[in-house]
């Protein structure tokens, strides 16, 4: 299902669920969102994040994105919050196991993607300390930019990658497991939350094309950067897995 992207006034002044969320960029963490309140028929209404908007800071309680509002209750900006707040409104179709132990092992695999020192977060140091030192990663000024706000240091930055090849290969161990057993998810045999996850952060490294996903070619640049360890670590079948949850349960081409 789509959605509206409307004005900072306008997102303000109404109600219903709004989600402020970045423009312009793949940002995958706002992509999950968006695609798990697609995959549940939720109805949302879309704004992209105005750094320059005091308005809009004071009205969502963050400077960043995505923030989840829904009516006067408080603001949700973080990716469990989100995800639960989902559940909550749309409990059909889960995308989270009833099993406890499932249930565990999702916000485990959820966290190591989206959470702090996770997939994410640790290539997005990575990209900033390749930027600072000319070596690919985001431009010059988008780099210190994000050093400042994510509390890079040289040395986070180099130890950065080393968490990025793991984690890739944690995760293709895990699908390759689940495919060794006949199933295409990342638990049980149907969509999680996580498959979602997985699919939208494969933006930081192969993002979807330019007729899918239209974005700047900076960005893109930035987010394809390449180097050896990551190149051995990014194994097939995570992109395949990116590409078959798209095909079958998200909305392409990406409305940016």
Known sequence: MGFDYVAVEEAIAGDGLRMVVVGGVPSPWGEAAKGILHVKGIDWTAVRLDYESEA???????????????DDQQPKA???????????????????????AERALAFGLAHEMCGEAGLGWSRRLYLIH?????EAGFQERVAHYLASKYGYTPAIGEAANDRVAALLRMLADRLAAQRAIGSDFYIGDALTAVDIYSATFMALFRPLPPELCAMRDSTRAAFETRDPQTDEALDPILLSHRDRVYRDFLELPLSL
């Open 78 to 100: 973080g990716w469990a919050d989100i995800l639960l707040m989902a559940e909550r409104l749309a409990p059909t179709p889960p995308l989270l196991p009833e099993d406890p």
């Open 130 to 134: 390749a930027g600072l030192r000319n």
């Open 56 to 70: 809009l800071r004071r009205w969502s309680g963050h400077h960043n994105a995505p923030v989840a509002l829904l």
